[in-house]
């Protein structure tokens, strides 16, 4: 996937603008785990959205496999929904309470046609449900089964079956994780690891902190204010953070990372984004704050082979 300088300005009452995603550009690799990580409102669940069409875009390209899918019509979207698949964060809202799952399993795979252009038979669904069940290691019983009947857990394991029922390559997760108890976090990643590996997916997955990200991320692109500040490998964005920023997450990370810069705490609240401040967008919080910072925007750049910044004075090269 390709992203383009993709804009999302939700207008709000009495005429202010809200830019939650402010001129992103970037690409998601096949096979790859891109982490999106930033605080609460940085624009990380709009861009999630704004990547599978789940909302339109304001401005900008987004490229899905070369084709251009920024303006595509709904209709003309369908084929390429089995291809791009989104987990939710709140896997009970997510899962209709009067509906059996093995109903809401069947639900994508009845609506779209199977691989040879034709509708799938009863026979082949209840088979692609059991496969699934199998997949997310839940017992087939759990089909007749009502969403309350389920922990936090078994029930995200259920939306996961369900992102998967129709073989999708990309798969945009929204903190998939956060709602859940930490011992049960770890089991859920796992999965979102071991189903990569078996199936060759390729994720977005979206995370406020970084060691959930850390677990499972080939790269991560830090966001703050709508814009991604840092982007680059994942050992690179934790061991030698060159944005203040993600050195701030970093340094919020429990378990200390080996080397990596470690920053004060971050000091003050994210300013609106309705009034996002001039210049560079972070700072009003940089503890490294100089005259050109108030002034002048800086774009996002090259400082390694896979790493760019945009800060006008890197912690770190490379
Ligand atoms: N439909 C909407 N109308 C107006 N503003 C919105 C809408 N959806 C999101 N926003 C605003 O856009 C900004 C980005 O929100 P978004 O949910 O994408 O952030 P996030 O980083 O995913 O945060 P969280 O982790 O809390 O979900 C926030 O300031 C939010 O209030």
């Known amino acids: 996937m390709e992203v383009r300088d993709v804009r999302k300005t939700y207008h709000l009452p009495r005429g202010q603008t809200l830019k939650a995603v402010d001129g992103i550009s970037l690409s998601v690799m096949p096979g790859?785990?891109?982490?999106?990580?930033?605080?609460?409102?940085?624009?990380?669940?709009?861009?999630?959205?704004?990547?599978?069409?789940?909302?339109?875009?304001?401005?900008?390209?987004?490229?899905?496999?070369?084709?251009?899918?920024?303006?595509?019509?709904?209709?003309?979207?369908?084929?390429?929904?089995?291809?791009?698949?989104?987990?939710?964060?709140?896997?009970?809202?997510?899962?209709?309470?009067?509906?059996?799952?093995?109903?809401?399993?069947?639900?994508?795979?009845?609506?779209?046609?199977?691989?040879?252009?034709?509708?799938?038979?009863?026979?082949?669904?209840?088979?692609?449900?059991?496969?699934?069940?199998?997949?997310?290691?839940?017992?087939?019983?759990?089909?007749?089964?009502?969403?309350?009947?389920?922990?936090?857990?078994?029930?995200?394991?259920?939306?996961?079956?369900?992102?998967?029922?129709?073989?999708?390559?990309?798969?945009?997760?929204?903190?998939?994780?956060?709602?859940?108890?930490?011992?049960?976090?770890?089991?859920?990643?796992?999965?979102?690891?071991?189903?990569?590996?078996?199936?060759?997916?390729?994720?977005?997955?979206?995370?406020?902190?970084?060691?959930v990200v850390r677990q499972i991320s080939t790269r991560v692109a830090v966001m703050y204010l709508g814009a991604v500040v840092e982007l680059g490998e994942t050992d690179a964005v934790l061991h030698r953070p060159a944005h203040p920023y993600s050195a701030a997450l970093t340094a919020a990370v429990p378990r200390p990372v080996v080397g990596a810069v470690r920053a004060a705490p971050l000091g003050g609240d994210i300013p609106s984004p309705v009034a996002r401040p001039a210049g560079c967008r972070f700072h009003t919080r940089c503890p490294f704050v100089q005259g050109r910072c108030r002034t002048e925007e800086p774009a996002l750049r090259r400082i390694g082979p896979s790493h760019s910044v945009a800060c006008h004075f890197p912690l770190a090269e490379g």
């Open 32 to 211: 790859e785990v891109l982490g999106l990580v930033g605080e609460s409102g940085c624009g990380k669940s709009t861009l999630g959205r704004c990547l599978l069409r789940l909302t339109d875009v304001s401005s900008g390209q987004i490229l899905f496999e070369g084709q251009d899918i920024t303006h595509l019509s709904e209709r003309a979207l369908r084929p390429l929904r089995q291809q791009m698949q989104m987990v939710f964060q709140d896997s009970y809202a997510s899962l209709n309470p009067r509906r059996r799952i093995g109903d809401l399993l069947a639900e994508p795979l009845k609506v779209h046609p199977g691989p040879d252009g034709r509708k799938r038979s009863r026979a082949t669904i209840a088979a692609r449900l059991h496969e699934l069940m199998d997949l997310v290691s839940l017992p087939a019983a759990a089909l007749d089964r009502y969403a309350h009947e389920f922990s936090g857990g078994q029930r995200q394991r259920i939306n996961i079956a369900r992102a998967l029922a129709l073989s999708p390559r990309l798969v945009v997760a929204d903190e998939p994780v956060s709602a859940l108890d930490v011992s049960v976090q770890a089991q859920i990643v796992n999965l979102f690891a071991d189903l990569q590996a078996r199936l060759g997916l390729t994720y977005v997955f979206v995370a406020h902190d970084l060691a």
